[in-house]
């Protein structure tokens, strides 16, 4: 038992990583050094790897999800809300640091976006499109905190999910901002806005895609943006590995949740290449998310 915390103490890995092996130490420990020979590169049996897939599958309902698809926001939702008496694993990925820092972009939005929303409502009524939008919870909150008694900013979330439109709505009616939330079942790369938005959000989408993807999708939807209006997209930065490689070793590894990560300048060039003018970005708390803001150049 001694050797064995020693060798976790020497991975020198944050205090969260290490409950959660020091908690399958007593558990499993064959997940445990499985966990920890993986991030090793060390080979392992694939009876063994096999077992701890299983056991990861029946005792995660994070790992589940992104198993079950990477880009639902059934995670993201676990990891806004939290999960009751979470397993180890769970709450090992609600306190790592990746896991926080999802919540944190959502704060980081929550707290830019009103800017933005004023700046164009000096202009007259706003119109905001959340693309990919899940249930939709950063424009209901930042309408819930800020607008509730207005009727000249709208939003429409556009997303194929009918399960998180429908949790959108309930969130929308019970914070009172249902009258100003509209819900569109789309693919929003499909998506035909019969208006133009003043303002675009592009959250979580861009994160596992290539440089070229993200061109070409953030090209497709300049159509529904007005000529002034804003695109705000979020993509994970390299810090993210940096500062919290178990973590992403573990998701890699199981969902195969892989990150496609890009600095604030990589951003820039892909809003640059696909015709926006780059007008800055602001990062969440962590700096794993770099959310870049800009404005058509043209439509040619």
């Not at 789309?186 to 290539?210: A, H, R, T, V």
Request: net charge negative.
């Amino acid at each position: 038992m001694e050797n064995d915390e020693k060798n976790i103490e020497n991975l020198e890995l944050d205090e969260s990583a290490i409950q959660l092996l020091r908690a399958l130490e007593k558990e499993n420990k064959n997940v445990r050094d499985f966990l920890i020979k993986s991030y090793n590169g060390i080979p392992v049996a694939p009876e063994i790897e096999e077992e701890v897939y299983n056991y990861c599958v029946n005792h995660s309902m994070i790992f589940t999800a992104a198993l079950t698809n990477p880009g639902t926001s059934v995670l993201t939702e676990f990891l806004y809300e939290g999960i009751p008496s979470p397993s180890p694993l769970d709450n090992y990925f609600l306190q790592s640091k990746a896991g926080r820092a999802v919540k944190a972009r959502l704060l980081a939005i929550e707290k830019e976006l009103p800017k933005i929303i004023d700046t164009y409502r000096s202009k007259g009524d706003v119109l905001i499109g959340n693309l990919g939008s899940g249930p939709g919870r950063d424009v209901i909150n930042v309408f819930s905190t800020h607008y509730q008694n207005v009727s000249n900013i709208k939003a429409i979330n556009i997303d194929k999910d009918i399960n998180a439109l429908k949790r959108g709505k309930i969130m929308a009616t019970k914070q009172k901002v249902d009258h100003l939330v509209k819900f569109v079942q789309e693919s929003f790369l499909n998506y035909n806005s019969p208006q133009k938005f003043d303002i675009l959000l592009l959250i979580g989408i861009l994160c596992p895609l290539d440089t070229e993807t993200c061109i070409n999708i953030l090209k497709t939807i300049k159509k529904n943006l007005k000529e002034d209006g804003c695109l705000i997209a979020s993509n994970a930065a390299p810090k993210m590995q940096k500062d919290d490689p178990f973590t992403y070793h573990i998701m890699e590894w199981g969902p195969n949740w892989k990150m496609v990560f890009k600095n604030e300048e990589e951003l820039r060039q892909i809003y640059e290449k696909a015709g926006y003018i780059w007008k800055g970005y602001f990062l969440d708390s962590y700096g794993f998310h770099t959310i870049g803001m800009g404005i058509p150049h043209s439509y040619s």
